[in-house]
């Protein structure tokens, strides 16, 4: 049985956050951790559910050797019950997640971008750029902060 549950949220879950959980998994399979982990990823919005990451994002996993293959989906109240660890990529998402929590929820909702030892706050949403860098920066921001909050919690 999963222990710990981390749930990686964005505006559409078809470009950051689908990046954020597949390096999140990569981190936790190499620290050996894969058994106690239950990890997913999901939309603020219902525009796109169902729908494959986007292309961009699926090459940039691809060129750092990710598997993917979940579909996107839209965040449920339960979400807030069930995930130890609910993570926004923006202040606007966090606002969001807040405001959707409901009274019993006991997620921790935490901006990944807050563990980032670089200090780089914000994921920015790369989904209207013409290019393919605001993935890829996305996923270095990704591995800095997934490391870390590894990090963190095998000390607590
Ligand atoms: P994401 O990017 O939140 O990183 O998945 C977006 C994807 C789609 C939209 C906005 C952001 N959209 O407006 O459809």
Redesign the pocket.
């Known amino acids: 049985m999963a222990s710990k549950k981390a749930l990686f949220i964005?505006?559409?879950?078809?470009?950051?956050?689908?990046i954020a959980e597949a390096v999140f998994i990569d981190e936790v399979k190499k620290s050996n951790q894969e058994s106690n982990w239950e990890i997913d990823s999901a939309?603020?919005?219902s525009?796109?559910v169902g729908k494959d990451?986007?292309r961009r994002?699926l090459a940039t996993m691809k060129k750092h050797n990710l598997a993917y293959n979940n579909k996107?989906r839209q965040i449920q109240k339960d979400d807030f019950k069930h995930y130890d660890y609910i993570f926004g990529?923006d202040e606007q998402n966090i606002a969001d997640l807040k405001s959707r929590c409901p009274k019993d929820g006991t997620a921790k909702i935490l901006m990944l971008g807050d563990f980032d030892p670089e200090g780089d706050r914000i994921i920015r949403?790369?989904?209207?750029d013409d290019g393919s860098e605001g993935f890829e920066k996305?996923y270095v921001q990704s591995v800095r902060c997934c490391k870390a909050f590894l990090e963190q919690v095998a000390q607590n």
């Open positions: 964005c505006l559409g879950n078809i470009c950051r956050s689908p939309a603020i919005g525009w796109h990451p986007d994002a996107a990529m949403d790369p989904y209207y996305c």
